[in-house]
T-cell receptor
Framework: AQKVTQAQTEISVVEKEDVTLDCVYETRDTTYYLFWYKQPPSGELVFLIR??????QNEISGRYSWNFQKSTSSFNFTITASQVVDSAVYFC???????????FGTGTRLTIIP | DSGVTQTPKHLITATGQRVTLRCSPR?????VYWYQQSLDQGLQFLIQYYNGEERAKGNILERFSAQQFPDLHSELNLSSLELGDSALYFC??????????????FGPGTRLTVL
C-alpha cells in the first residue's frame, strides 16, 4: 500500500533562513513518481515538482531544491533564503506507475516570520 | 493560474440536500480527477475520469457520484449531505494519453459548507 509521511506538522523560521521539509514514502512498486505541491493561504494547490523513481538526480530551481534518496525512501524539499511569500502548506505526494491517483501526505505548514 | 476552472467557489447548504460541483479541465487534457480535502481526512482521491469514462475510484461515498461529459467538463454530485461532507473539493486534470508520470494540475477548489 502507498503511504506518504510528513512528520513535521508545522515549521516556523525567520525570513532568509534555510528550511527543509521532510517527506518519507512507502510503496511496493519499483516505478513510481513523487511530487511536491504548495497550498498558499488562498487555498489552491500549486504543482512544484515531479521526480521519477528511476532518476535520483537532485534538482535545483532558484531557491528551491529537492533531495531524492531511494535508499531511505525520502524526498526532501529545501527552501534557501526563505521569504514571506513561501508561507504555505506544502504537500508531498506519491503516484505508482499505472495507478493514476495521488496519495498525499498530511502536509507541513510553513510560516516565514518577517 | 493552472487553467483548471471550478464553480462555484463557495457553496453553503443544509444537511440532506444535494449539490453539484463543476470542473473544466485544461485545454487538451482528457483526464479529470476529484479530491476531497478535509481537516480530519486530509487530501483524499475520490474518482478519476478519462475521456468520458470512469478510470479509477478511491474513497468515494455511495452518496457521491461523478461524470465527465463529451466536452470533457466534469461534475461531482453530492447527495444526502451530512455535516462531515463539509470540505474543500478539488478537481485536477492531466495531459492526454493518461501516462502515469504526468503531473496533475489543480483547480482553485470549491469550498462546501453543510449546516
Amino acid at each position: 500500500a502507498q503511504k506518504v509521511t510528513q512528520a513535521q506538522t508545522e515549521i516556523s523560521v525567520v525570513e532568509k533562513e534555510d528550511v527543509t521539509l521532510d517527506c518519507v514514502y512507502e510503496t511496493r512498486d519499483t516505478t513510481y513518481y513523487l511530487f511536491w505541491y504548495k497550498q498558499p493561504p488562498s487555498g489552491e494547490l500549486v504543482f512544484l515538482i515531479r521526480r521519477n523513481s528511476f532518476d535520483e538526480q537532485n534538482e535545483i530551481s532558484g531557491r528551491y531544491s529537492w533531495n531524492f534518496q531511494k535508499s531511505t525512501s525520502s524526498f526532501n524539499f529545501t527552501i534557501t533564503a526563505s521569504q514571506v511569500v513561501d508561507s504555505a502548506v506544502y504537500f508531498c505526494a506519491l503516484r505508482d506507475f499505472g495507478n493514476e491517483k495521488l496519495t498525499f501526505g498530511t502536509g507541513t505548514r510553513l510560516t516565514i516570520i518577517p | 493560474d493552472s487553467g483548471v476552472t471550478q464553480t462555484p467557489k463557495h457553496l453553503i447548504t443544509a444537511t440532506g440536500q444535494r449539490v453539484t460541483l463543476r470542473c473544466s479541465p485544461r485545454s487538451g487534457d482528457l483526464s479529470v480527477y476529484w479530491y476531497q480535502q478535509s481537516l480530519d481526512q486530509g487530501l483524499q482521491f475520490l474518482i478519476q475520469y478519462y475521456n468520458g469514462e470512469e478510470r479509477a475510484k478511491g474513497n468515494i461515498l455511495e452518496r457521491f457520484s461523478a461524470q465527465q461529459f463529451p466536452d470533457l467538463h466534469s461534475e461531482l454530485n453530492l447527495s444526502s449531505l451530512e455535516l462531515g461532507d463539509s470540505a474543500l473539493y478539488f478537481c485536477a486534470s492531466s495531459a492526454p494519453g493518461g501516462s502515469s508520470y504526468n503531473e496533475q494540475f489543480f483547480g482553485p477548489g470549491t469550498r462546501l459548507t453543510v449546516l
